[in-house]
Nanobody, 121 residues
Framework: QVQLVESGGGLVQPGGSLRLSCAASGFIFSSYAMNWYRQVPGKERELVAAITSAGASRNYADAVKDRFTISRDDARNTAFLQMNSLKPEDTAVYYC??????????????WGQGTQVTVSS
C-alpha cells in the first residue's frame, strides 16, 4: 500500500539547519511530482517547495527561497528538503506530498503524516 513517511524534524536554534526526508513506497515514485508543505495551528497549509517528476524544475515559496532546497533520489524512492538559516517563523509541521500525472481527468495524491520542525532558542 502507498506510504509516505517523513523524518528528520526536531528542535533547532535560529540560524541552524535540518534535512527532512520522505520515504515513499507503494507507487511509481519516479513518475510523481513531489512537494513539501507546512502548516501551523490556525493557518492554512502552505506549499513550501516543489520538484517535477523529471527533476528538471524546482519551485519555492518566497519565504524560503535561497534557504531551502528540495531534491529527490529516485533510486531510493526518497525526497528531501534541506533547510538552512532557519527562522522561528519556519516552525511548523512539515508534510510530504506526492502528485501523479493527470490521466483520464484524475490524478493520485498522497500525503505523509507530517514531522514537527521547531526553531527556537
Amino acid at each position: 500500500q502507498v506510504q509516505l513517511v517523513e523524518s528528520g524534524g526536531g528542535l533547532v536554534q535560529p540560524g541552524g539547519s535540518l534535512r527532512l526526508s520522505c520515504a515513499a513506497s507503494g507507487f511509481i515514485f519516479s513518475s510523481y511530482a513531489m512537494n513539501w508543505y507546512r502548516q501551523v495551528p490556525g493557518k492554512e497549509r502552505e506549499l513550501v517547495a516543489a520538484i517535477t517528476s523529471a527533476g528538471a524544475s524546482r519551485n519555492y515559496a518566497d519565504a524560503v527561497k535561497d534557504r531551502f532546497t528540495i531534491s529527490r533520489d529516485d533510486a531510493r524512492n526518497t525526497a528531501f528538503l534541506q533547510m538552512n538559516s532557519l527562522k522561528p517563523e519556519d516552525t511548523a509541521v512539515y508534510y510530504c506530498n506526492a502528485n501523479s500525472p493527470w490521466e483520464l481527468g484524475r490524478r493520485y495524491i498522497y500525503w505523509g503524516q507530517g514531522t514537527q520542525v521547531t526553531v527556537s532558542s
